[in-house]
C-alpha cells in the first residue's frame, strides 16, 4: 500500500478507536453499528481503488472471523433469536477492524503508541467532568472515575494498558517528560477507578518491568514515591476517598469476589445444557432458572465463560487460544507479551470484551503471522458492497432502537426494531391495561420463553379479567422460572387472600378452598429457595428471603380460620 494511503488508513482507524472510546468504549450496539458503517466504507474503497489486499491466514483470523459469525449462527438457536442477532451487529466491527489492521501492519505500531496520549486525555476530561454534577453519570459510578467507558473497571485495564506502553516508549538518555505524565495520568487513573483487580495487576506488571529492566529501578522508586504523594494529596483535597478506602477493605469487603465466583459456578451448569451456546443476551435470560443465589446480571464477570454461554465452546476457545499462541510466542516483542497476558488476565475477572474498543486494543498486540496477499475478485467486491448496505440497515433499524432503548424511549426501540426483547419488557413494566400487558406478553413470550417478567404480566392480565385459575397458572410459572424474586410471592399471597375473601362472599367455599391451599404451600417454596442457595449464594452481600415475614404467616392462618369458620 501506498505511503498517502498507509497514513490515510492509519488516520482513519486512530478514529476509528476514538470513537469507540468516547463512544462508550464501544459498550452499546448503537455505537458499534455506526463503526461498522465506518469500516466497511473503507473496506469497499480499498477493494474498489485496489486490486488485492492482505490477510494473516493464522490463528487469529480463525478466531475474530469464528467470533463475528459464532453471534450470528447462534440466532438459529439462540434463547431469544433476534437479541442473538443483536449480538452479531455489535460484534462484527472486531471482524473489520482485523482486516484493515493486515493492510497497514505499519499502522498498528503507530496506533500502540498513540493509545497513551488517549488515555491521558481521557483521565483529564473525565476527571474535570467529574467535578460537576451535570456530567458526573457520564464518567463516574459511585464515586468512581470509570472514563468514556462509564464502567471504572474495563477503564482502569485500558489505563494500565496505556500505562506499560508509555513506559516501553521511555527514552532513558534523556528527560522524557511526555511519557513521565502519560504514566503519571494512567496510575492516577487506575487509582481514582478504585479497581482492586487492576491495582494488584499493575503492581504485577510493575515488578516484571523492573526485574528485567533494571534501568528502570531508580526510576521505578521515583515513581513510588510520586504515587504515594499523589494518593495523599488526592485524598487530604477530598478526591479519592472513598476509593482508598475499597482498596483498604479489600480482604474485609469480599462480597464481590464471592460474587464473582458465584456467577461462575452458577454458570458453569449452564455450559453442560448449551455447549453450542445460547446467543447474545442469552445468558441474561435463562440465569434466573440456574442461579443459587441474589443477582441479576447480563454479563457473568468472565470472558471465556461470557463467550461459551454466548456462541459455544469452540469459538471461546479458539479466540483465547489465539491470545495464548500470542503470548507463548517467542518471536513477540516483551511489551506486547505483557499487555496480552495483563488483557488476558483481567478477563477472566471482569467482562472487558464486552467493549468493542478493548477488542481492537488486543488485536493492535496480537502477533500476526502468514500475511499474504488475495487478489480481489469480482465477488469480492460485491460481498463487501451487500454488507455495507446491511450495515446501513443494521444502522437504521438496530441502531436507532438500542439508541431509543438506552435514552428511556422503549416505545420508539421497538417501533425500530421489534426484536427487541428488552425495550418489550420495558413496556410491559409500563403497561397500565390487562390487554396491554397479555398482548405484550404473548409477543415475548413468542420468540422468548425465558423471560419471568412476561409470566407475571400474564397472570396479572388473567387476575383482573377475574380467571384466577389462569392467574395461578401463570404465577406459579414466574416463581418458578425466578425463584429469587421475593415480591412475586408475596404479591401472589395479596392475590390469594382477595381472592378468597370475594368466594366466602360469594359462598363458593370450593374455590376459597382451593386459595387458601396455594397460599399454604408457599412458605414451603420459600424454604426450597433456602434450600436450593448455594454456600457462596449465603456470603455475598445480598442474601435470599427465605420464609415469608410473621405478619403474612398470620394472613395465611387467618385465611385457614375463616374457612373452618365458615
Known amino acids: 500500500m501506498a505511503k498517502d494511503k498507509q497514513n490515510l488508513l492509519y488516520y482513519f482507524l486512530a478514529s476509528t478507536l476514538i470513537l469507540a472510546g468516547v463512544g462508550g468504549g464501544g459498550y452499546f450496539c448503537c455505537v458499534s453499528i455506526l463503526m461498522s458503517v465506518m469500516l466497511m466504507s473503507v473496506i469497499v474503497y480499498i477493494l474498489e481503488k485496489s486490486g488485492s489486499f492482505f490477510?494473516?491466514?493464522?490463528?487469529?483470523?480463525?478466531?475474530?472471523?469464528?467470533?463475528?459469525?459464532?453471534?450470528?449462527?447462534t440466532s438459529l438457536w439462540a434463547v431469544d433469536s433476534w437479541?442473538?442477532?443483536?449480538?452479531?451487529?455489535k460484534f462484527l466491527p472486531v471482524f473489520l477492524f482485523f482486516f484493515?489492521?493486515?493492510?497497514?501492519l505499519e499502522s498498528r505500531e503507530k496506533l500502540i503508541r498513540l493509545l497513551p496520549l488517549l488515555g491521558s486525555l481521557m483521565t483529564l476530561f473525565s476527571f474535570v467532568m467529574m467535578q460537576f454534577t451535570v456530567f458526573q453519570m457520564y464518567v463516574s459510578v459511585a464515586g468512581r472515575l470509570a472514563g468514556f467507558f462509564q464502567y471504572p473497571n474495563t477503564y482502569a485495564i485500558f489505563?494500565?494498558?496505556?500505562?506499560?506502553?508509555?513506559?516501553?516508549?521511555?527514552?532513558?538518555?534523556?528527560?522524557?517528560?511526555?511519557?513521565?505524565?502519560?504514566?503519571?495520568?494512567?496510575l492516577a487513573g487506575i487509582y481514582l477507578s478504585g479497581s482492586r483487580t487492576v491495582l494488584v495487576l499493575a503492581v504485577f506488571a510493575i515488578l516484571l518491568i523492573l526485574g528485567s529492566r533494571r534501568e528502570l529501578l531508580k526510576y521505578g522508586i521515583i515513581g513510588l514515591g510520586l504515587i504515594i504523594a499523589l494518593a495523599v494529596i488526592l485524598a487530604l483535597c477530598g478526591y479519592g476517598a472513598g476509593v482508598f478506602s475499597r482498596f483498604v477493605s479489600m480482604a474485609e469487603n469480599s462480597s464481590t469476589f464471592w460474587g464473582r465466583l458465584l456467577y461462575a459456578r452458577d454458570a458453569l451448569k449452564m455450559i453442560v445444557k448449551y455447549p453450542l451456546g445460547m446467543g447474545y443476551y442469552g445468558y441474561y435470560f435463562?440465569?434466573?432458572?440456574?442461579?443459587?443465589?441474589?443477582?441479576?446480571?447480563v454479563n457473568v464477570h468472565n470472558e471465556l465463560i461470557q463467550l461459551i454461554l454466548d456462541i459455544g465452546i469452540a469459538p471461546a476457545f479458539l479466540m483465547y487460544g489465539a491470545i495464548l499462541r500470542s503470548v507463548l510466542s517467542k518471536t513477540i516483542s516483551e511489551r506486547n507479551r505483557l499487555i496480552l497476558l495483563l488483557i488476558l488476565l483481567h478477563s477472566l475477572f471482569d467482562y472487558d470484551f464486552q467493549f468493542i474498543v478493548m477488542y481492537f486494543v488486543l488485536l493492535l498486540f496480537l502477533e500476526l503471522r502468514n500475511v499474504q496477499k488475495v487478489r480481489i475478485s469480482?465477488?469480492?467486491?460485491?460481498?463487501?458492497?451487500?454488507?455495507?448496505l446491511g450495515a446501513v440497515w443494521a444502522f437504521a433499524s438496530v441502531g436507532l432502537s438500542d439508541y431509543f432503548y438506552i435514552k428511556g424511549n422503549p416505545q420508539k426501540?421497538?417501533?425500530?426494531?421489534?426484536?427487541?426483547t428488552m425495550a418489550k419488557i420495558e413496556l410491559l413494566k409500563e403497561s397500565g391495561s390487562a390487554e396491554e400487558m397479555a398482548e405484550l406478553a404473548d409477543s415475548i413470550l413468542e420468540v422468548n420463553r425465558h423471560v419471568s417478567v412476561a409470566y407475571s404480566a400474564k397472570a396479572r392480565a388473567a387476575?383482573?379479567?377475574?380467571?384466577?385459575?389462569?392467574?395461578?397458572?401463570?404465577?406459579?410459572?414466574?416463581?418458578?422460572?425466578?425463584?429469587?424474586?421475593?415480591?412475586?410471592?408475596?404479591?401472589?399471597?395479596d392475590s390469594l387472600v382477595y381472592c378468597t375473601k370475594l368466594y366466602l362472599q360469594a359462598d363458593d367455599m370450593e374455590s376459597a378452598e382451593f386459595c387458601v391451599e396455594q397460599a399454604e404451600k408457599i412458605p414451603k417454596m420459600l424454604e426450597e429457595v433456602g434450600e436450593r442457595t448455594s454456600s457462596l449464594g449465603w456470603r455475598i452481600k445480598d442474601r435470599p428471603k427465605a420464609a415469608l415475614s410473621q405478619k403474612d404467616l398470620e394472613r395465611i392462618e387467618e385465611m385457614r380460620s375463616r374457612i373452618e369458620n365458615e
Open 55 to 73: 490477510i494473516a491466514y493464522d490463528i487469529n483470523l480463525a478466531a475474530v472471523a469464528s467470533l463475528a459469525a459464532g453471534y450470528f449462527l
Open 83 to 89: 437479541m442473538a442477532l443483536t449480538g452479531g451487529i
Open 100 to 104: 484493515l489492521i493486515c493492510q497497514s
Open 159 to 186: 489505563m494500565l494498558v496505556c500505562m506499560v506502553t508509555a513506559v516501553y516508549m521511555l527514552d532513558l538518555k534523556k528527560i522524557d517528560w511526555m511519557c513521565a505524565v502519560h504514566i503519571f495520568a494512567a
Open 286 to 297: 435463562v440465569q434466573q432458572e440456574w442461579q443459587t443465589g441474589v443477582y441479576s446480571v
Open 378 to 388: 469480482v465477488l469480492s467486491k460485491a460481498t463487501a458492497v451487500a454488507a455495507l
Open 413 to 420: 426501540a421497538v417501533q425500530s426494531y421489534d426484536g427487541n
Open 463 to 493: 387476575f383482573s379479567e377475574g380467571d384466577v385459575e389462569a392467574f395461578i397458572k401463570y404465577k406459579l410459572i414466574a416463581i418458578q422460572m425466578a425463584p429469587y424474586q421475593y415480591e412475586e410471592y408475596t404479591d401472589y399471597l
